[in-house]
């Protein structure tokens, strides 16, 4: 196989592409580490249901535009009872105690999937309207990967917008930093967690529902994704927003570069990205350094 | 006149913990309705021993220690199915690769902390799963590795049949018996009073002169031996090696089993072991959806018993004797 | 004619981001005296403890021990080359015994990867932290969990765990910091009698504290220092006058 400028070019639209799920993934993580200092380890469990019921709805309502709005709201509800009930009474714990919680939930949240949807998953495809491929000038790339790419651009915005110019994001972003301060000013700390929890959680629901079409819909996505999020987060810096959409896209280049010139590695290569940056910068590209010894 | 006859019952318990577990795993299998469970849960109780030194008394989760049993596993595997070699030298194999592979993985993970730690060693130890899958003629890749044969032992000049499943137990109680030993001598040595005060206040613990970050990776290797060790003896008795063995999944069991039983005791984790195989097997019989209903209990254990079901005796029974 | 000086700080600086607490300072600290850091909150002395005492490293300068370059030095070889230190907000096992902090202490110097040894054997450790603790006064309150220490039975455990590394150099972060005026009378007799035998240096913001005792003041403000000498020099000095008007 030749390897062309144009095929380079290809493979690094590809890599973007899944980059900008992994960019999702992250943001979601990093965003409820950085509000409440929770690891979600069931992180890749919403974006399995995410799949799932992005799946249902758009088998349900024909549509999918209905289905990427619908989906994040029930994910994120989810993601508001858990917090709720299941994180808040773990806060003063200790750090790891959120963390065992979510694992154990991921468990609840597979088994649930398998008895609604069946053990074998669901057969996902590509919804009609973004069929096809669009000439990019170096080559035909498919719509819908083009249509992830933007999705997630729109999502990153939105999102940056809510943090940076609206009153509650503002809200966010100091209680990321100092929980005290919030107290002080009269502002319901809890409540704040409970909101952080549920967008993160919706973005995971979100990201799942925009992967489907590209992959295998079944009980066990959700348990390579964690890993992957977790390269993700450990390569940007965990807490890090910019961190996480720089990384997700570098992580998926990565990717699909080594798939092109060594494609039995490929799993491994992001692996390496990791272990690389643990050992030149273990707080993560963009991460603060005092979180490290 | 009560309290100070448990208390000093106790005492020796404690004193004499290695004994205690021991006699009480001599009699275990006639508790057991199958040995195949006994067995299992002997091999998987020695796991989150080891995972217990590094996560209760060190306080360092990892979710990442699939790999050494999965290591010890294969490499055993390996030594005996492509190399012919004998299973006591296959043993020593699976358990020497698992600590080197838990040097490099502990050197990588330490670098960072606390709540990066958990996630470092599972994306690590990914690697190893990956790097075995794809391994295929030495592995078995998707399959597993099979035709590991040990139709019998020799040990001490005796020779052992170890397909019958009474004799298979004992003989791996050996095994266990002896890295119980070792566990229960490091924690009583001075090296286990440097572990505890590095879990209790790292940077106190640095400011008494001692090397935090040599100390857990010490530590971690330690730890990742005596999993291996579990491997190693994993795949004698199954004569498989299962690709699962490497997967995250079995990562978690080891975490969710030092949890139920309690971490940070010497009895705990088989206490966990046990419950946690028990219920996983009784379960399955009633329903398909066992993941559902241990992970739900674990969340329980999380919340409202994170003491584990043996802590919680233990620290009721402290304060009675305190009393 | 001149004695080698113990410790040497050699146009130490220390920025966080833009903001800088310590600009280009330097002292040099003779063996056996008892020197004192003083000067308003906000001056950078916790930064200046923290760069001694090896918490983290300067931004820029050098830092000398018994002519040794210790700059950058991890933590942990602080202690072992025989500094110890003691911290502003207490800083103990919570969990442990007293006698069990400071026996952790003490056998730092005799076995740290002792693998298969039992260390209940190790009667010379249990003992020197049994002295220790007679020392501080905390004899009594061996086996209680540091934890349940009042607030001044916490410093004086900070003392003897810092105590345990034998120091050659003790220093010690607002030792009396939340203490009753007792309990205050305590720690200072504690520290004249401590600097008797080796070299002590304090960080302070209680001026009156200090006076009495030391036998050199350094003043730091804004990062710098405004005067060093003995106390009757630092008296009579002006510009400290000012600074520490309606202070100490």
Redesign the interface.
Known sequence: MEITPSLLAMQLMTGVALGAIYALLALGLSLIFGMLTVVNFAHGAFFMVGAFIGLYFLGLTGNFWFSLVLTPLVVGAIGLVVERFLVRPLYGRGIDYPLLLTFGLSWVLIEAMRVLFGVEGLPSSTPPILRGAIDLGFGYFPKYRLFLIFATAVVVFALWLFLEKTRYGLIVRAGSRDGEICKVLGVDIARVWLVVFGIGTAIAGLSGALAAPTRAVNPEMGVHVLAESFVVTVVGGMGSLPGAVVAGLLVGVVFSMTSLFAPAYAELSIFVLMALVLLVRPQGLFGKAGLMG | MKAKLLHGGFELVRRHRVLAVVLFLLVFPLLMPYKALAINILIFGLFAVGFNLLFGYTGL?S?GHAAFLGVGSYLTGISMVHFALPWGLALLIGVVAAGLVGLVIGY??I??????F???T???A??VY??FY?AEQWTGGENGLRGIQVPAMELFGHRFDFIDPTTKYYVILVFVALALWLVS??L???????I??VR??E???????????RTKL?VFVISALICGLAGSLRALHLSVVPIESLH??LS?QA??MC?LGGMGTFFGPFVGAAVFLTLEDVVTTIT??W??V???V??AC??FF?AGLWGTLVKRAERVVRL | MTVAPILEVVGVSKHFGRFVALNNVSASFEPRKLSAIIGPNGAGKSTFFNVVSGAFPPSAGKLRFDGRDITGSPQHTFARLGIAKSFQITNVFQQLSAHENVRVAVQMRHARYQLLKARADMREVSDRASELLARVGLSGLRDRAAADLAHGQQRALEVAMALASEPVLLLMDEPTAGMSPEETKVMMDLIVELAAERSVILVEHKMKLVMGICERLLVLHHGEFLAEGTPADIKANDEVRRVYLGQG
């Open positions: 989760l979710f990588l993970a670098r960072t902390r606390g709540i990066y958990s996630m470092v599972l994306a690590l990914q690697i990956y790097a794809k001598r490091v009583a040595s001075p090296f286990g009073a440097v505890e005060a209790e206040n940077k106190r613990a640095a400011a008494c002169g001692y090397d935090v970050a010490l995250y999944l978690g975490v969710m949890l398909r959806n993941m559902a241990v992970g739900g674990f969340m999380v919340l994170p």
